[in-house]
């Protein structure tokens, strides 16, 4: 909990919900009668509504990304580094949005909701949401806050791919588009550690093939296991050498099967805090999104072509030991972009965090964010 | 099942078991009053018995190094590609043997054992094995066989861990040494990914700490989740995307939470079949004995310490797209050696394939791999 709110915080924020009656058709072809969006604003909406910035969260993000909801807080939004007066995106100048996305589990409509068609919680019955349906629901609540135009969409890792599309499917709607830690598809290797998490969650007897509201549990292990997973997939491996290296929680092997390592207690904490916080369906959910996310195939596999009718300003940033979307991921963005004659700025950010980075207030990095968003911006600089 | 014996192989090989009756004591103290251990050879022991070739295998590896147990095998042993008439390991001049460690679950006393003491089997009250404990039951099997000095000790990952320590804990009983695709000690990266699978393994509800032989049951999904996150460790990104790349496997997405891509019909597919026929026990044992591995712990953390006693010359071989061990984790004990003044090679390979490529017939490799294991051999050439 903070003693005091920082200078350069947002302060105590509230969420808000939007409730949306009019049906959603989805990529699936399955469609949502009605839903809710939950969302946090920060910082002053302008009188000719011209300077909203969206944030687009990653696969455990949600709406709160800055500020606290209380004195009790013991941590910030998660993108509260890059949020917040004198902070890139800075409240001073912009109106932030930032929302949970539908198929969440933190207030927007998702597999924990009461599907108003059996009156019983969604479960794995939840439309697996496409990227691009994301989107046309975020477009929704720009339509309810009386946005025509965001002045940027911002997002890291699958929101940097939510960013990316909505410069594909609302090329009018945005003048400026950054696309951090991200990728233009995952790969056979990212996928397949998706598809271990996945399996994780559904082997673990308590899943219930997605039911387990009814029987009153979790799939708590299976939940912890994909997040550990994925948590390893988060940090380089030089961040783990220096923060781990071979230290032994008790200074000794223990010769059985204990932990011996700091950094297998490190991970079994972050698998079973998460396990807590988190719905599986909607873990299960994310990683489906990010599996199909692949916007050139629709495009004869052209990102170029894909990218043809975008009218915003793009910055694309990449972090040196991210190996989950590793710089070289980014760039097929940026060659693209470049094919497809857009306005674009590249940063690679040596930074030793790993995937992770994009939420770290690194100076060259946070710089360059706040140098593209202003105004003048630095792309086609 | 081969139709006819290849001309290069070793041809029709069938294990034998050697009986030890005189107490292992183990480095965590604990002691094995008496164990068998299962092998096999290959070739012929030649008459001043300076012929003998000792492979040491990985974690999931076993005697059965090379050539077919009947006519009715699927595929030859696992190592089949490097032993046989012709092959780096030629038998027509050397004498090869591989056996299953201590602690495995193909012949050799582990955990699926009988403990005397109880009427049991072991389970995980079997002892957790260092590498150096291999290397006494390995020296003890030599001991058996008439060999005093092996003419070389070879093996990959876990297996050129046993070798590396062969020639810090035998120096006299060896003359050369290959090193392939393994590691002076792990990283924490490394252990993480050994810590997620035993999590999944311990997690299964059919383990029952460790006795679930007394249930008669199998915690199989965890060792399926084990083996599949394992593989895309031993797999490099490239060789997944050539193999797999995004390909479906019904050509379309399913939109629920079957199937979508090839690569995870391939992991599900690859961790069953390994559920069916490993040991779970033996699989945590195995990972600890990878996790503690850390010889120059014992010389100041300084491996040119520790290997100075050493009188082998030594091959050192790493893959380019390996990043289980990477070729720089190679290069630490290339460094250590040229410290320590003691005859290395050390070739980098370029191969797709990953960790997995030290099974690969690659002609670089093995040409080099012969050219070490000739009399005048290529170290300090």
């Known amino acids: 909990m903070p003693k005091e709110i920082p200078a350069d915080s947002v302060g105590i924020v509230a969420p808000q919900v939007a409730q949306f009656d009019e049906p959603l058709t989805l990529r699936s072809g399955r469609v949502i009668e009605s839903y809710q969006l939950c969302y946090e604003t920060y910082g002053t909406l302008n009188e000719d509504r011209s300077n909203a910035i969206l944030v687009c969260h990653a696969l455990s993000g949600h709406h709160h990304a800055a500020g606290y909801h209380s004195m009790d807080d013991k941590k910030p939004g998660w993108f509260d580094s890059a949020i917040g007066p004198g902070k890139p995106m800075d409240t001073n100048k912009y109106f932030v949005v930032a929302l949970n996305n539908l198929g969440g589990c933190h207030g927007s409509t998702g597999p924990t909701s009461i599907d108003p068609a059996t ?19 975020q477009a929704r609540l720009a339509d309810r806050l009386g946005i025509d135009c965001w002045y940027a969409v911002v997002g890291g890792s ?24 991200a990728a233009p598809k995952l790969t056979a290797q990212n996928i397949a550690f998706n598809e271990v998490a996945r399996q994780s969650i559904t082997s673990d007897t308590e899943f219930h093939e997605g039911y387990y509201y009814k029987h009153d549990t979790i799939p708590r292990r299976g939940l912890a296991l994909a997040r550990m997973l994925g948590h390893i997939t988060y940090l380089s491996e030089d961040s783990m050498r220096d923060k781990f290296g071979r230290d032994l929680k008790t200074g000794k092997l223990s010769f059985n099967y204990d932990i011996d390592f700091e950094v297998e207690s490190y991970l079994r904490y972050q698998g079973e805090r998460f396990s807590d916080a988190f719905d599986a369906n909607t873990y299960l959910l994310m990683t489906k999104s990010l599996d199909y996310f692949d916007p050139a195939a629709d495009f004869d596999h052209d990102l170029a072509k894909c990218l043809s009718k975008s009218q915003c300003k793009f910055l694309v940033v990449s972090f040196s030991t991210d190996w989950r979307f590793a710089p070289e991921r980014s760039k097929e963005i940026v060659d693209a972009l470049v094919r497809a004659q857009k306005p674009v700025s590249y940063l690679e950010v040596d930074a030793p965090q790993g995937h992770d980075a994009f939420l770290f207030p690194i100076p060259e990095y946070f710089n360059f964010l706040s140098n593209f968003l202003t105004p003048a911006g630095v792309a086609n600089a």
Do not use: H
């Open 119 to 137: 009156g019983e919680p969604y479960g794995p019955n939840f439309p697996i949401m496409a990227v691009r349906d994301w989107v046309t629901s």
């Open 158 to 181: 699958l929101g940097g791919m939510q960013a990316l599309r909505w410069s594909i499917d609302y090329p009018e709607r945005l003048k400026k588009c950054a696309v951090i830690a």
